[in-house]
């Protein structure tokens, strides 16, 4: 059976505000369509087509707009959260025999699926964490003196970090390990977790700017043809 992917998309999207008032996170548009269904046509252009949602605002939005999937020739079903249960609470509700990925519903990634779930099938490790290059560059010259008193300035420079790119491989035993609200790092700190690298493209789309960067950027990514 094809591997499951479950999509985290309850959050309100506070750094949103005010366009997350009228709308949950995952259906602010990029491009033409929103966010949640950019996300998951991605998935579905790697026959990965089967789908759990995770919603809790405004989920109503989210299930009239996608239904059971059909439209967009794949099957999606539902857990809707009460009230909020962190990042991750959610996933006590998932029933499956084998690893699923978890996504967050503002990542939009060029991630070869195929060769993440075969990287943490040989890794021998409970789950396999996706990481984004995140970098940063200090706006002034950053001075570094050294015991003689002399003093060298690096200009300006970039700061490289890894970071968590919101997209998991978990094992099918996670969700047992679940009781009540939950947050990811949380969740991983349970586990053994090796990891993978994203090469391409990677965006977290929570604030403004990432927003605006998507809609002209992510459309013109779809358009290219895979290398």
Wanted: charged share 25%.
């Amino acid at each position: 059976m094809e591997p499951l992917v479950v999509i985290m998309a309850g959050g309100r999207g506070l750094r949103l505000h005010p366009l997350t008032d009228s709308a949950p996170k995952p259906m602010l548009r990029v491009g033409d369509k929103p966010l949640l269904e950019t996300i998951i046509e991605g998935f579905a252009r790697q026959d990965l087509k089967r789908f759990v949602l995770a919603v809790h605002y405004r989920h109503q939005l989210i299930e009239d707009y996608f239904g059971d999937g059909d439209r967009l020739g794949v099957r999606i079903k539902y857990i809707r959260e009460t009230e909020p249960l962190g990042t991750a609470g959610a996933l006590r509700e998932v029933r499956t025999d084998q690893s699923f990925i978890v996504s967050n519903a503002d990542i939009i990634a060029d991630v070869d699926y195929t060769d993440l779930l075969r990287v943490h099938a040989v890794s021998g490790k409970d789950a396999t964490a996706c990481l984004g290059l995140h970098q940063q560059q200090i706006p002034f010259g950053v001075a570094e003196v050294r015991e003689d008193g002399t003093l060298t300035v690096r200009e300006k420079p970039i700061e490289n970090f890894n970071v968590l790119a919101g997209i998991y491989v978990l094992p099918e035993w996670a969700p047992s390990t679940v009781q009540g609200p939950t947050d990811m790092p949380d969740l991983l700190a349970r586990m053994k977790v090796g990891t993978y690298a994203i090469r391409g493209f990677w965006m977290d789309v929570g604030h403004f700017e990432s927003l605006a960067i998507a809609h002209f950027d992510w459309s013109l990514r779809l358009a290219r043809p895979a290398a």
